[in-house]
């Protein structure tokens, strides 16, 4: 369940994709705050699944964008789940800011709006002293697994998702979580693979599924396309990081041999995550399928449709020869320049028809942000690419050009969060498709990148 869309596939025993099932989300409005539409996505899941009764369904595994929190009373859904993209006043969030606690204790950088699980509990206090009372609060993805069991469990790579309400260091909740009472509120800790219960018996009439489906407690979106990564053996050991490409862009570094968190720059939207295992992930990110949505309009595909490849490449050359470049950022206060103001220099002149040079000037755009995001976060060695800009060839080949000491992979899937998921059950799953080595395009990159910072130094 992510932040954009929704998304249900079927898969079988060998890893292999049978069906799948896409349903946009957008936000309902309670009392003039935007909510996540939890009532909405719930019944387009139960027509999924009532779809799949002739198949032997097993098992069914939840996984969720990392910002969002479910408050339960009296066996049902308090609220609907705050959009985490929901304006939190100021003076609300001066006074949570003061309280939470450093980045050093939580690997957790102060975000905008409700992207800290903590700021949103801290306004529903804030608006409600009582909205806690007695309640139970679980992570989206968890949500999910008690909407189909009516169990009720919390898990580590949602709560280690910038949420300000974890240590990763201590494994344990942080001291604002446990000061504010709200470690007490969430339902007991399970592993990822945990099986949580099996489906609740109307959910099994009302869908035509057997009422023995297990369901696990499932996980976190990037820390599935972790788990994922991890099935090839070039990135299962050693040096390696995972760069996610979706509605965030988040890279995920699996360090050889110890990290410290303290040499990140919080203030530059790093964090620490936490994997399947409960261990520290150094990560970075930025809100590139936003950016790149903003720019060219709301049909992101327009920027890796495989017809569409050739002609994109080849206006990267004349943005090159103009200096045309975009300077961040679109998403203000999320990324390694939060603080940048988005303007460009030498706009590309073709407008929303074809738009090849638009739309390559963007790709171009989210390989010199995510090689920033790289650096800071100290990424080497080996990189894979996945989710739905992988096959994005502008934006992947500069990035292997960019990073020209770096072995830089994309494999041939659109799955891989579900697939992670998947390697809960069997972590010996090999991966259904092979990994292939980006080329780099043949183009002075570390030239336009020099010029790109440049102008960002320079910048107003």
């Not at 679109?330 to 002149?349: D, H, K, N, V």
């Not at 830089?408 to 697939?419: G, K, P, R, T």
Request: glycine share 10%; net charge neutral.
């Amino acid at each position: 369940m992510g932040k954009t869309l929704s998304k249900v596939s079927l898969w079988d025993r060998a890893g292999q994709m049978l069906d799948r099932q896409v349903r946009p989300n957008a936000p309902i409005m309670v009392d003039g705050v935007r909510h996540l539409d939890a009532d909405g996505i719930g019944r387009w899941l139960l027509g999924v699944l009532a779809g799949w009764a002739a198949h032997p369904v097993e098992t069914i595994i939840p996984v969720g964008h990392g910002a969002g929190v479910a408050v339960l009373r009296n066996g049902g859904l308090a609220m609907p789940p705050r959009d985490y993209e929901a304006p939190i006043l100021a003076d609300i969030m001066a006074g949570y800011r003061a309280a939470r606690d450093p980045f050093a204790v939580t690997g957790s950088p102060a975000l905008p709006d409700g992207l800290n699980l903590g700021a949103q509990l801290w306004w529903l206090e804030s608006h409600d002293p009582q909205a806690l009372t007695g309640a139970t609060l679980l992570p989206w993805a968890q949500y999910w697994a008690w909407f189909l069991t009516g169990a009720a469990v919390t898990e580590v790579t949602s709560l280690g998702c910038h949420s300000d309400l974890w240590s990763p260091a201590a494994a344990t909740f942080s001291p604002l979580a446990q000061a504010q009472g709200w470690a007490d509120r969430f339902a007991p800790i399970a592993r990822a693979h945990d099986v949580v219960g099996t489906l609740r018996p109307s959910i099994a009439a009302q869908t035509g599924l057997s009422a023995s489906v297990r369901v696990l407690a499932g996980l976190h979106d990037s820390n599935a396309a972790l788990h994922a990564a991890r099935g090839f053996a070039a990135i299962a050991d050693g040096e390696a990081t995972v760069l996610s490409t979706g509605t965030w862009f988040i890279a995920m570094r699996r360090p050889h041999g110890a990290f410290d968190s303290a040499t990140l720059p919080a203030a530059r939207d790093c964090l620490v995550n936490v994997d399947v295992e409960g261990r520290p992930v150094p990560s970075a990110r930025f809100m590139g399928g936003r950016e790149i949505e903003r720019v060219i309009g709301i049909d992101t595909r327009q920027v890796d449709i495989r017809p569409d490849q050739p002609a994109l490449i080849a206006a990267v050359p004349g943005l090159l020869g103009a200096g045309t470049m975009l300077l961040p950022t679109l998403a203000p206060g999320c990324g390694p320049f939060p603080g940048q103001t988005a303007r460009w220099i030498g706009a590309p002149a073709d407008g929303p028809g074809d738009g090849h040079a638009r739309r390559a000037a963007m790709c171009l755009y989210a390989a010199l942000v995510a090689d920033a995001a790289l650096d800071l976060i100290g990424a080497r060695a080996t990189l894979l690419i996945e989710g739905r800009f992988a096959d994005a060839e502008v934006f992947v080949r500069a990035l292997a050009a960019l990073r020209p000491g770096t072995r830089v992979l994309v494999a041939n899937a659109h799955h891989d969060v579900a697939f992670g998921a998947l390697r809960l059950i069997d972590p010996a799953l090999a991966p259904p498709t092979q990994l292939r080595r980006v080329e780099p395009l043949a183009a002075d990159l570390r030239g336009y990148r020099a010029g790109w910072r440049s102008a960002l130094e320079t910048a107003p």
